[in-house]
Every structure is written in C-alpha cells, then in structure tokens.
C-alpha cells in the first residue's frame, strides 16, 4: 500500500479510537472558552476539509465525503458555496466530485475533495473566468495513476487541480496536478525508494500575481509526493519545494497539509507529523518556510516555525498572525483537535484556543468579519455530521 493511502488509513484508525474513547460534544454550536466564542455556521456536511472565502463574503468548502456501502468510489462530496443571508449562511451551489474509501487497521477514511482557495482581486465586477484571472480552485486528493496502480480502479477526478465558476459551481478549466507529481516521484524514487511513487494532492493557495496584474499564481501542497508546486500558464506543475522528511525509521512522514502566504511574501507550509505525533507525542509538527520564486527545488525549504500538532489547515490573518488547525491535538474532555496561533514575531510561542471545541479540524480561513473561521468532523465518516464553526476573540 502507498504511503499516502497508509497515512490516511491511519489517521482514520486513530480518529476511530479517539472519538470512541472521548466522544464528540453533542453541541458546540454556541460557547465560550477563555473568552473565546464558539459558534457553528454551517452543519451537515460530509468530512468537510479546506474552506476559503471570496471578495464578497461567499464561503467555499470541500468536502471529502463519507462511505456508501461498500462501495470504493463515492460521489456524495465536492465543494459548496455558502453566501450571507439575513446574517445566516445558505447553501448557494454543490458540485460533486468522485471520491474513494480506504480502509486499514480497523479504520476507513475517504480521499476527495480536499481544499478550496479563491482570488478576491476584481472578482465581484470581473466578467471574465479565465485560467489565470478571476477563479475558485479546488483539488481533489490522491492521483489518478497512484490508485490505479494500487487498486486498479480508474477515477478520473483524483489528483485533479479544477478551476469553478464562482456564480455556477461549474467547471472551465482542470489540471492533472496528482498525475504529473506521481511520476515526478518515479523519477527522483532515490528520494524515497519505499514508498515513491506517490501523490496525494492535499492544499491549494491561489494568490494574486502582483505588478498590477488582474491574473493569479496557484500552488499544491502534495501530501504523498512531498512537494510544493506552482501550476504554470500551460498547466503544467512546477516543482518549487521538496520537503524533507525524517532521515530515518517509521518516522519518515513530514506530510505537507496546507499552504498560507506570509506578511513577507514567502509560502509558509504546515506538515501533518502523524507519525510523529502518535509515537513521540504532541508537538512534532513543523511550519516550513518556502520561495515561491526558487528554482532550487532541493534546498527550498527551511523551518520557520515547530511545536505544532498534526497541522491540517493553515493562514495568516490580517495581522500577520499564523493560525493553524491541530487534527489530533489531544484534550482532557471531548473529542481531539484544537486551533493553534502564533505571531509573527515569535512564531514558536504558540497559543491553543479551542480546549476541545472544536473536533477533528480541518481547514481554516479569516471571514469578513475578521473572525476565524474552522471546518470540523474531518476523518469522522458518520454521515452529516461535520460543519464550520465561527471562532471570535475575546
């Protein structure tokens, strides 16, 4: 089994154990913790992960999905948009993408739709939906080739990078980012020779391209390849990072989940650690500094920040904060997870929020409201039962 689906099939085993031994809060929909207000928005979603919001408030949301059956090819996620109305969120538009379930050491978990990222630069006025102009772009986990050869099940939707209308959900471009990065792993398998190749396409960020341009930059954080890639004009996927993993033993794992833009202009990338974290214990995650500009794909990456826990979801805020979600951040009471910050200054003095609000978290984004705002029920395969919870300061 590759190691991208292992990893996962892991993750699920370990949500299994953790939400029998603790349990989810019935409902966190309207608390306080440390003068920390607690309020969920958005409910009955299938494993929703990456979550971002456009120019005008519209909030998008992937959704993994949840097993039907016994089937291994699933269609009950996607993305979904939410708009403001009457101070609620409504559900705008679905679009569903292909998922699969996997299942290993008594654990299922389901790869698809992983993260949503969208340019705010001339979206409420812009006509156009052009590859490289306005756009919402979302990824869909795993690859094409990498399931193939590992169940023989073709799944055209793994691994792709599609670009959305924002009004429709409807598709006007794609790329086959989880393709091109699993045979880039064949062909530097040296890097990793038990386990490439691999892919597993895991974070988007799409930003803007600076000097006045109406156009965007996208990268893909690779979770089985290890990799940070910017998708280029013709669409093909640049390698610009390759993160490193442990040097040695089971441990071999860094996972990068998510990617944020820093105050500084450089990508700041959180690593899941799961390894790590389960065997050593909490605080083995590490935030990797990376150039989007490098052409040194070798050396492209150091450590900005550590002490983090099973980073899932990341972002700065606006100002210069780094926030991330902790999947697997063990609590006294109530089900695993937490939200961590840091500040730009002192990065390693990291602050935890949520004291077991917040279960199983995945994505996270800055509202309009300035708010933080957090989806949760990530690996936790009953049906409905993930949402996006509204997290405000004291």
Same mark, same amino acid.
């Given at each position: 089994?590759?190691?991208?689906?292992?990893?996962? /099939?892991?993750?699920a085993s370990?949500?299994?154990?953790?939400?029998? +031994?603790?349990?989810?809060p019935?409902?966190? *929909?309207?608390?306080?913790?440390g003068g920390?207000?607690?309020?969920?928005?958005?409910?009955g979603l299938?494993?929703?992960r990456?979550?971002?919001?456009d120019?005008?408030?519209?909030?998008?949301?992937a959704? /993994?999905?949840?097993?039907?059956?016994?089937?291994?090819?699933?269609?009950?996620?996607?993305?979904t948009?939410?708009?403001?109305k009457h101070?609620?969120?409504?559900?705008?538009?679905?679009?569903?993408?292909? =998922?699969?379930?996997? *299942?290993?050491?008594?654990?299922? $978990?389901?790869?698809g739709?992983?993260?949503?990222?969208?340019?705010? +630069?001339?979206?409420a006025?812009?006509? *156009?939906?052009?590859?490289?102009?306005?756009?919402?772009?979302?990824?869909?986990?795993?690859?094409?080739l990498?399931?193939?050869?590992?169940?023989?099940?073709?799944v055209?939707?793994?691994?792709?990078?599609?670009s959305?209308?924002?009004?429709?959900g409807?598709?006007?471009?794609?790329?086959?980012?989880?393709?091109?990065?699993y045979?880039?792993?064949g062909?530097?398998?040296?890097?990793?020779?038990?386990?490439?190749?691999?892919?597993?396409?895991?974070?988007v960020?799409?930003?803007?391209?600076?000097?006045?341009? +109406?156009?965007?930059?996208?990268?893909?954080a $690779?979770?089985?390849?290890n990799?940070?890639?910017?998708?280029?004009?013709?669409?093909? *996927?640049?390698?610009i990072?390759?993160?490193?993993?442990?040097?040695s033993?089971?441990l071999?794992?860094?996972?990068?989940?998510?990617?944020?833009?820093?105050p500084?202009?450089?990508? %700041?990338?959180g690593?899941?650690?799961l390894?790590?974290?389960?065997?050593?214990?909490?605080?083995?995650?590490?935030?990797?500094?990376?150039?989007?500009?490098?052409t040194?794909?070798?050396h492209?990456?150091?450590i900005?920040?550590?002490?983090?826990?099973?980073?899932?979801?990341?972002t700065?805020d606006?100002?210069?904060?780094?926030?991330?979600?902790?999947?697997? %951040?063990?609590?006294?009471?109530?089900?695993?997870?937490?939200?961590?910050?840091?500040?730009?200054?002192?990065? +390693?003095?990291?602050?935890?929020?949520?004291g077991?609000?917040i279960?199983?978290?995945?994505?996270?984004?800055?509202g309009?409201?300035?708010?933080? %705002?957090? =989806?949760f029920?990530?690996?936790?395969?009953?049906?409905?039962?993930?949402?996006?919870m509204?997290?405000?300061g004291p």
């Amino acid at each position: 089994m590759r190691r991208s689906i292992a990893i996962s /099939a892991l993750a699920a085993s370990a949500t299994a154990l953790a939400l029998s +031994n603790l349990g989810v809060p019935a409902d966190a *929909s309207h608390s306080k913790s440390g003068g920390w207000t607690f309020h969920t928005v958005v409910t009955g979603l299938n494993e929703p992960r990456g979550l971002a919001f456009d120019g005008r408030g519209g909030l998008y949301v992937a959704q /993994a999905g949840v097993p039907h059956g016994d089937a291994f090819v699933v269609h009950n996620g996607g993305v979904t948009k939410f708009r403001w109305k009457h101070g609620n969120l409504d559900k705008s538009w679905s679009r569903s993408f292909a =998922s699969i379930v996997v *299942s290993e050491g008594g654990g299922t $978990d389901v790869l698809g739709a992983a993260a949503v990222s969208a340019t705010s +630069n001339k979206c409420a006025t812009h006509r *156009s939906y052009r590859w490289r102009a306005c756009r919402v772009q979302a990824v869909i986990g795993e690859s094409q080739l990498g399931v193939k050869a590992a169940a023989g099940v073709n799944v055209p939707d793994l691994g792709h990078l599609y670009s959305l209308r924002r009004h429709t959900g409807a598709t006007v471009g794609s790329v086959n980012v989880g393709n091109q990065d699993y045979r880039w792993t064949g062909r530097h398998k040296s890097l990793f020779p038990d386990d490439f190749p691999d892919s597993n396409s895991f974070g988007v960020l799409t930003v803007r391209a600076g000097g006045g341009s +109406n156009g965007a930059r996208t990268f893909v954080a $690779d979770a089985g390849a290890n990799t940070i890639s910017e998708i280029t004009r013709g669409g093909r *996927s640049r390698i610009i990072s390759y993160i490193p993993n442990e040097t040695s033993g089971a441990l071999r794992d860094s996972t990068p989940t998510c990617i944020a833009l820093g105050p500084d202009g450089m990508l %700041y990338v959180g690593a899941l650690d799961l390894l790590s974290n389960l065997t050593v214990g909490p605080g083995q995650s590490n935030v990797w500094r990376v150039d989007p500009n490098s052409t040194d794909w070798r050396h492209n990456a150091t450590i900005w920040a550590s002490g983090f826990t099973t980073i899932d979801g990341c972002t700065f805020d606006s100002d210069g904060n780094f926030w991330a979600s902790e999947l697997f %951040y063990p609590n006294d009471s109530g089900a695993p997870g937490d939200l961590a910050m840091s500040t730009w200054a002192h990065p +390693n003095a990291i602050t935890h929020i949520g004291g077991g609000q917040i279960p199983l978290p995945g994505g996270i984004a800055q509202g309009p409201d300035g708010a933080m %705002y957090v =989806s949760f029920g990530v690996a936790d395969t009953t049906p409905h039962s993930g949402g996006v919870m509204r997290v405000a300061g004291p």
